[in-house]
């Protein structure tokens, strides 16, 4: 009789290491910015935003930058079937940097959809921050700032846990 196992996941990036990635690329994003008075971070539902969370909270310790938090709503498995929107009342000004915070860059879909709703304004910058790139592109779209680079197989899966006390990190399954 076969038995069936649970497929193993290994960590990639403790908590500590995690954090350091995403204060690492909070500099950098206070580096290119640092002549703005206000950025939006947007974070993708989940993780992502989970992210642009934590990236305020660093750019606040290590910056006068103002930073606006706001969550983009989408279907992940299935972006064409779901309205893509934001989680509070977002109105959004022209002539600003917008930076759309997600946990992981794969195929680049998700991150496609997710610009969507920025490009019906004449922003001074959109840009993109990743904590894992993949580098499995199918869609032109590439990160800004990301925090680590992993090379995968298709078959493998990347976990970014950011929301789960106890259980946050970088994993590989």
């Not at 909270?57 to 709503?73: A, C, F, G, Q, Y």
């Amino acid at each position: 009789m076969t038995e069936i196992t649970a497929p193993t996941r290994q960590q990639v990036l403790t908590l500590e290491q995690t954090q350091q990635k995403i204060r690492r690329i909070a500099f950098e994003i206070y580096e290119r910015n640092f002549e703005e008075e206000e950025i939006v971070l947007a974070g993708i539902t989940g993780e992502g935003y989970e992210f642009a969370r934590l990236l305020a909270n660093e750019l606040k310790s290590i910056s006068p930058l103002k930073t606006r938090l706001v969550e983009i709503v989408l279907d992940k498995e299935r972006p064409l079937n779901s309205d893509i929107s934001f989680r509070k009342d977002f109105t959004l000004n022209d002539s600003k940097v917008v930076i759309v915070a997600d946990d992981v860059l794969n195929t680049g879909r998700t991150l496609a959809f997710a610009l969507q709703p920025f490009l019906q304004f004449r922003l001074k910058k959109l840009q993109v921050a990743v904590i894992v790139d993949r580098s499995h592109r199918h869609f032109p779209v590439s990160a800004d700032y990301v925090g680590y680079a992993l090379s995968t197989t298709f078959n493998e899966h990347v976990e970014v846990i950011l929301s789960r006390k106890g259980e946050e990190g970088v994993f590989l399954k």
